[in-house]
């Protein structure tokens, strides 16, 4: 089925990978909070570390054909979330959150692993979405993974 998107699908494609991340935070016992700052999208603290997070929720809704497109970081986002990290006494992360084919998978790391994994070039870094990546990220300890699979079962033609 061919997919057209709203005028307004990439706001609410950020503010759903926001919400989405909030909430498996919050189910598994994290405090965490959703805040309006440049840099950070979410404040967290980690029941098993004690460690408070500042995170940096980056998301995108792949078109059909697109699916293992990369996600574009572009590098004034670091320096972003490590201002906002100090001003806040916090650990900078990302949540890369990418909706594809019948799968929305969400990354949770330390933006220094990020930077290892994919460091920044020219004006990006580029956190590549090609099925042996993704095989690479998911035995990464340092990343955390969940994924939703899903089925439109019944839709308007």
């Known amino acids: 089925m061919k ?14 990978a ?3 991340v909030l909430y498996w935070l ?9 805040v309006d700052h440049t840099g950070i999208d979410i404040i967290a603290r980690n029941p098993h570390t004690n460690e408070l997070m500042g995170i940096s929720v ?11 497109t990369y996600v574009s970081i572009p590098n004034d986002n670091f320096e972003k979330v490590q201002k906002a990290c100090v001003a ?13 084919e019948d799968k ?6 330390p933006m220094k692993e990020l930077l290892k994994i994919h460091p920044s070039k020219n004006r990006i870094s580029a956190w590549t979405m090609g099925k ?8 990464n300890p340092n990343i955390k993974i969940f994924e939703f699979n899903y089925k439109t079962h ?4």
Do not use: M, Q
Not at 5 to 13: D, L
Not at 26 to 34: L, R, W
Not at 104 to 109: H, M, S, T, Y
């Open 3 to 16: 997919i057209n998107k709203s005028s307004r699908h990439s706001k609410i494609t950020g503010n759903f």
């Open 18 to 20: 926001e919400h989405l």
């Open 26 to 34: 919050s189910k598994y016992g994290f405090e965490c909070a959703n």
């Open 58 to 68: 980056k998301s995108r809704s792949r078109n059909e054909g697109t699916e293992g």
């Open 88 to 100: 806040f006494d916090c650990v900078p992360y990302f949540a890369i959150v990418v909706d594809e």
């Open 104 to 109: 929305i998978r969400v990354f949770l790391l």
């Open 132 to 139: 042996k990546k993704i095989g690479e990220y998911y035995s």
């Open 154 to 157: 019944r839709w308007w033609n």
